[in-house]
């Protein structure tokens, strides 16, 4: 049995080959589009998920400070970054160390430029729209969304080919 314990440490990429700071991330929701359903021989409403479709979906990065990276990801045009963490998890009572990796891409949203106040951290946060997600763990393609070409492929499985045949 796998045990997740901590993130040992990770680094955050953009163009998978430049570091652009030290920066905590929150992730995005998945929130599915759903539908409402009711009528004869419906006792009431249902909300229903449409396979595939996703609410707009934000990351947020928070930096410590001011860093180039940072301003990096204000050009125009989609962003590429990666999340690439090292994840200790207890497998069968021992400590080992799992790959997990988030490819997110997207456009930038918003810059908060934070504070000066000394002896504290500027709390700085760029925020972009994710148009890409995916995620990968110890090896594994767990979790792919790419919103503008119809892919949500889940653990291996093609959410979305009967839509996209379907569509021509």
């Known amino acids: ?79 590429h970054l990666e999340a690439w963490a090292a994840l200790q998890v207890s497998d069968n009572g021992r400590s080992r160390i799992a790959q997990h990796k988030v490819v997110i891409e997207g456009d930038f949203k918003n810059l908060t430029t934070g504070k000066h106040a000394s002896g504290e951290t500027q709390d700085r946060v760029v925020e972009l729209e994710v148009l890409y997600y995916r995620e990968l763990y110890d090896g594994m393609d767990y979790l792919e969304i790419d919103k503008l070409n119809l892919i ?17």
Request: without cysteine.
């Open 1 to 79: 049995m796998i045990i997740p314990e901590a993130i040992a440490q990770y680094k955050l990429y953009r163009d998978a080959r430049t570091m652009i700071g030290v920066t905590t991330i929150d992730f995005p929701a998945l929130n599915s589009i759903t539908a409402e359903i009711k009528g004869a021989g419906i006792g009431g409403t249902i909300n229903k998920a449409i396979v595939g479709m996703f609410d707009s979906m934000s990351v947020t990065f928070n930096f410590r400070a001011v860093t180039e990276g940072q301003y990096s990801l204000m050009r125009p045009g989609r962003q």
């Open 152 to 168: 949500f492929n889940l653990e291996g499985v093609d959410m979305l080919a009967e839509v996209r045949a379907a569509i021509g």
